[in-house]
């Protein structure tokens, strides 16, 4: 039995530690779920007189009023004969108390440490470890005293906030209810009985405990309430007599104190048939048999709940990321490892892994044949403008036999046409590329973390599409312009020769100018026109893939290499500047997950031994 309250110690502490008290975050809490004993009950019914008689100590703050205004999580250990009795703050590691009044001073000033000495409350709980060979090992809880109004410079709320802190630890299912009421008043009218009702309807976990016994009106007594006829609870109800007021200034000594207890109920006419089971000494034992069959109930539940939320903490781990290296050479390594995740997603997309790569190829497939098909080269090669055209290049002489300078007027202009084309193909594809890298950014799971970084790729990225995209322009300019800088000689030299065509020289000059000559002109070069569309509509993908989809594959990030090459380890955290909140969730997380791996080793070795 000692090792499982011993356990359960050692998980308490763990949880302070690690700034787990329940309730206050969205992380699981194990604090919740282990078991322990909180006393509640009005001011000055006398919670710390109980507490101080189960450990037999005089060594809680009092006065009037509240004094007790953070929670106190005492534990007690149960040491071996002969080792000196002393106290351990869990907020003063190493520090030995082996003076109690000294403790009761540590109490009251880390108390106004967190709270001011405003007469403020605070949730979080005070520390403190009792070792003496003349304790029960267990776990108490003090809490402030319900109050029903608030005293000068307290907020009209503390009221309230009293009542809902101690809700928050009597609320949890584990928690044994040490109800404290005094003897002196109106049982009926008892703020820990309603209290723990609340929380506890059916008595289970309710232990009533009844003070000042001592101090009941003479001709009196107790007994209907502690023979359980007048408020019956599940477990039975115990009397205690604490040191009044007077003993405490006396210095009465709390050995003589549990004596006179022990007297008290032994020579009382009233309660000596009940003597055996009264006295601060039972109600300790009473207590510690409970929370052991307590906590042998809660074991697996305990355990099941710490291996759910380190599967939980490991997962959110894992999709935080580890954290940012702080050595250059990790950092580079890291920023080069991120680069690397980002390319591979975009050559993905490019490569049919991921959706986008495909609509490259529309752009080549319909848009481009669909532009060389709208190009107004018909009404270029108008009658009319094919006879304006060759006329000029004519000037004064006409053309003898065939207009050699018109058709390579008419062939030119009407090539120009395909600078059109082919520089909204490479817009395109450029906008396609740039509208990947965006996706591909927001796709890089491990860049998600990494604002600064993510903004860094995107431009260097931009920067390096636009370079393509100038490259890619020129080279398919060039192309265009290399259609219309050498003919085909061949296609012309296979057409039928006018000159052939009759014997006579003049009919031959008036079918010359007809309009029959000028439309055959017009067919000739729309049919070379059309030859130059099938090529380029071919070629054009070709520099554009070329210039701007493989070269974006390769080097991309080319220059951002170089450059990052470049940079001192403070721009390099720099890039690696993730998001705060993610730094302080990834903390949180880790400070968690240790706690719960450190239980799980707790309970695992204390259900190994047995
Ligand atoms: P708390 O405010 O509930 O923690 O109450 P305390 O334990 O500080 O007790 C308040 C006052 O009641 C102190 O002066 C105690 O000495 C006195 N007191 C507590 N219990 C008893 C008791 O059983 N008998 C007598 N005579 N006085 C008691
Ligand atoms: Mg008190």
């Not at 106190?72 to 250990?77: A, G, I, S, T, W």
């Amino acid at each position: 039995m000692d090792s499982l309250i011993g356990l359960v110690n050692r998980i308490q502490r763990a949880c302070t530690v690690l700034g787990d008290h329940g309730g206050d975050s969205a992380l699981p809490t194990l604090w919740e779920a282990l078991p322990s004993v909180a006393v509640v009950g009005g001011q000055s019914s006398g919670k710390s007189s109980v507490l101080e008689s189960i450990v037999g100590r005089d060594f809680l703050p009092r006065g009037s009023g509240i004094v007790t205004r953070r929670p106190l999580v005492l534990q007690l250990h149960k040491t071996e004969d002969g080792v000196q009795e002393h106290a351990e703050f869990l907020h003063l590691p190493r520090k030995r108390f082996t003076d109690f009044s000294k403790v009761r001073v540590e109490i009251e000033e880390e108390t106004d440490r967190l709270t001011g000495k405003s007469k403020q409350i605070s949730h979080v709980p005070i520390h403190l470890s009792i070792y003496s060979p003349n304790v029960v090992n267990l776990t108490l809880i003090d809490l402030p005293g319900l109050t029903k109004v608030a005293i000068e410079g307290q907020p009209e709320s503390i009221v309230q906030e009293i009542e809902n802190m101690i809700y928050s630890y009597i609320e949890k299912p584990n928690c044994l209810i040490l109800a404290i009421t005094p003897a002196n008043q109106d049982i009926a009218t008892s703020d820990a009985i309603k209290v723990a009702r609340q929380v506890d309807p059916t008595g289970e976990r309710t232990f009533g405990v009844l003070t000042k016994l001592d101090l009941m009106d003479k001709g009196t007594n107790a007994l209907d309430v502690l023979e359980d006829r007048s408020y019956r609870l599940r477990n039975p109800w115990v009397g205690v007599v604490n040191r009044s007021q007077a003993d405490i200034n006396r210095n009465i000594d709390m050995l003589a104190a549990r004596q006179r207890e022990c007297e008290f109920f032994a020579t009382s006419p009233d309660y000596s048939h009940l003597a055996s089971k009264m006295g601060s000494e039972y109600l300790a034992r009473l207590l510690s048999k409970h929370l052991e069959s307590v906590i042998r109930a809660q074991i697996p539940g305990i355990a099941s709940l710490i291996t759910r939320s380190i599967d939980e903490l490991e997962a959110e781990m894992a999709h935080l990321g580890r954290p940012v290296a702080v050595d250059v050479g990790a950092q580079l390594y890291t920023i080069l490892e991120l680069c690397r995740a980002f390319e591979r997603v975009f050559k993905e997309h490019l490569d049919g892994g991921r959706p986008g790569g495909n609509r490259i190829h529309i752009v080549f497939d319909y848009q481009l044949p669909a532009a060389l098909r709208k190009l107004p080269l018909d009404r270029h090669l108008s009658l009319q403008n094919v006879k304006r055209v060759i006329s000029e290049a004519d000037g004064y002489q006409p053309h003898l036999i065939a207009p050699e300078q018109g058709y390579r007027r008419l062939l030119e202009s009407s090539v120009n046409y395909f600078k059109g084309p082919a520089q909204a193909s490479v817009d395109a594809v450029h906008f396609i590329l740039k509208e990947l890298v965006r996706k591909s950014i927001g796709e890089t799971e491990e860049l998600r973390r990494f604002p600064t970084l993510q903004a860094e790729i995107a431009a260097a990225s931009n920067e390096a599409l636009e370079r393509f995209r100038q490259d890619s322009k020129k080279t398919t300019l060039r192309m265009v312009e290399m259609e219309s800088s050498y003919l085909t000689v061949e296609f012309f030299r296979k057409l039928p020769q006018e000159v052939e065509k009759g014997g006579n020289p003049t009919s031959q000059s008036a079918d010359r100018y007809s309009d029959g000559h000028f439309q055959r002109i017009g067919s000739n070069v729309l049919s070379y026109i059309g030859m130059v569309s099938e090529t380029l509509r071919n070629t054009i993908p070709k520099a554009v893939v070329h210039c701007q989809v493989r070269e974006s594959k390769r080097t991309l990030l080319d220059h951002f290499y170089v450059q990052l090459g470049k940079k001192e380890g403070r721009q390099l955290a720099q890039l690696l500047d993730e998001d705060y909140t993610l730094t302080e969730r990834r903390k949180l997380c880790a400070k968690r997950l240790q706690l719960y791996r450190s239980a799980r080793n707790e309970i695992d070795a204390v259900c190994w031994s047995g």
